[in-house]
């Protein structure tokens, strides 16, 4: 079993930058994929990026603003958001994939899913 804790989550102006942080415990491995999702009110979750050794997907909407990495060392997973937009305001949630056939971007292909962190950004 593997858990995941999300942190770094607030309330942010347009155009400022969070950095969210997913801490990861039990039967970790760094072979399993890692990715950010996000689900704001009335909405389905979706996708925002996912990474595997060096191989890194983006959700168009947040690619050149957003950046997935990860410390191994300290089985954490980032992303770190820069110029936000009122439109990013959601619940940010990290998943982790056990057996990676590619970068997953459904939540349909995740095994394991922290808690999630609130992230509201003012216009």
């Known amino acids: 079993q593997v858990q995941l804790v999300e942190s770094g989550g607030g309330l942010v102006q347009a155009g400022g930058s969070l950095r969210l942080s997913c801490a990861a415990s039990?039967?970790?491995?760094?072979?399993?994929?890692m990715g950010w999702f996000r689900q704001a009110p009335g909405k389905e979750r979706e996708f925002v990026a996912a990474?595997?050794?060096?191989?890194?997907y983006y959700a168009d909407s947040v690619k050149g603003r957003f950046t997935i990495s990860r410390d191994n060392a300290e089985n954490t997973v980032y992303l770190q958001m820069n110029s936000l937009k009122p439109e990013d305001t959601a619940v940010y949630y990290c998943?982790?994939?056990?057996?990676?056939?590619?970068?997953?971007?459904?939540?349909?292909?995740?095994?394991?899913w922290g808690q999630g962190t609130q992230v509201t950004v003012s216009s």
């Open positions: 998943a982790a994939d056990r057996t990676p056939l590619r970068l997953g971007i459904t939540v349909t292909e995740y095994d394991y």
């Open positions: 039990g039967r970790t491995s760094s072979r399993y994929a």
């Open positions: 990474m595997y050794w060096d191989s890194i």
